[in-house]
């Protein structure tokens, strides 16, 4: 089946239009009308091959809200009409340790992306959701509830899942002291998250105008990390602290705010970091580590969690005409706090 899409050609070109090939519906597959789809930092960076390895053309996009036009013939959970998500994957091996314990993301035999994969059905690489239709293994759809805002629940497949996951398997609950670092596209998600878990969250940032955004948002208090005076106020007295920075940054002031036996959690940062001093974590048993996306049994937890909470993203809607000045805002970091594609524009 063809459908049209908007594809980077070459790591320098503009994205534009594109036709490109979706599978028939197979016996377990759902095939979706893609209503929405965000705009996430990894899009541009596969779309400019930041992290080597993309093979042109490229279809990005991998926060995708649509309805079902149809389903295969041993698909009960879904039927046509109903309104289901995608997210970062489509498929996984399903037969490793990791994909047993529903931790997709980890599969030991590599799982299938959304866009950039090598394509086990069609051949190829995997295209995402800049683009009409997408044909998906039930097994990788996801159900939306009705009574959230439709178009801000598409970055939650992403942005939404990368902070709820470290919150929910660190079990952040209610009176946990919680920083938050980094007031972006995940930070602004992460404070949601855990202010609706019941933490007293702490939005943490080099910039003091962020400020009355992270209370609106539902944090408690804003502390300023270049402010020596108010790091020290603070130090030793998180339970734990979400770190949404993307890039390499020193991570020993942050350190020094955890209470003893507290953890870090990096999502954003994948770039190489500077020098940790050891001392920082050994004379408090502490511990830094990182997190990838979830599975799709706590994607899905997640979704119902936003439901129950009434939680979506910020969102900023475009039309996929004006993507390549939306990717253009987003390096700037002039974006509250996502961009959400109207898919209806590709039609027209």
């Not at 790091?231 to 602290?241: A, N, P």
């Not at 350190?255 to 500077?274: E, H, N, Q, S």
């Amino acid at each position: 089946m063809k459908t049209a899409a908007y594809a980077a050609q070459s790591a320098e070109s503009d994205l534009g239009p594109i036709e490109i090939e979706r599978r028939q519906v197979g016996d377990d597959d759902v095939q979706i009308d893609i209503e929405y789809c965000g705009v996430c930092h990894s899009d541009i960076h596969t779309a400019h091959n930041d992290w080597g390895g993309t093979v042109y053309p490229v279809v990005p996009g991998h926060e995708i809200v649509g309805r079902v036009t149809a389903v295969g013939n041993n698909v009960k959970k879904f039927k046509e009409g109903d309104l289901v998500g995608v997210g970062c994957m489509v498929d996984s091996c399903q037969s490793c340790s990791a994909c047993d314990d529903h931790l997709e993301q980890y599969c030991e035999n590599g799982a299938v992306m959304t866009y950039g994969s090598d394509d086990p059905i069609l051949g190829g690489r995997t295209h995402g959701g800049y683009s009409g239709d997408i044909v998906v293994d039930q097994k990788f759809v996801l159900t939306v509830s009705e009574n959230l805002d439709t178009k801000a629940v598409a970055p939650l497949l992403c942005a939404g899942i990368t902070t709820y996951s470290p919150l929910r398997q660190w079990n952040v609950s209610k009176g946990d002291k919680v920083g938050v670092v980094g007031l972006g596209g995940l930070g602004h998600m992460g404070v949601k998250l855990a202010n609706a878990m019941g933490a007293e969250v702490v939005m943490i940032t080099t910039s003091p105008e962020k400020g009355a955004d992270a209370k609106r948002l539902g944090a408690s208090e804003v502390l300023v990390s270049k402010d020596e005076d108010a790091m020290k106020q603070h130090m030793g007295s998180f339970d734990f602290i979400l770190n949404t920075v993307p890039v390499g940054h020193d991570l020993n002031p942050y350190v020094g705010l955890l209470k003893r036996d507290a953890t870090m959690v990096l999502v954003g940062a994948l770039d190489p970091l500077p020098d940790l001093h050891g001392a920082g974590l050994i004379l408090g048993r502490k511990r830094i580590a990182g997190s990838l996306i979830g599975g799709i049994k706590e994607t899905q937890e997640m979704l119902d969690f936003c439901a129950e909470h009434d939680i979506v993203s910020d969102v900023e809607m475009i039309d996929i005409q004006d993507i390549n000045h939306a990717y253009k805002r987003v390096m700037d970091s002039d974006v509250k706090y996502r961009f959400v594609i109207d898919m209806k524009s590709l039609k027209s």
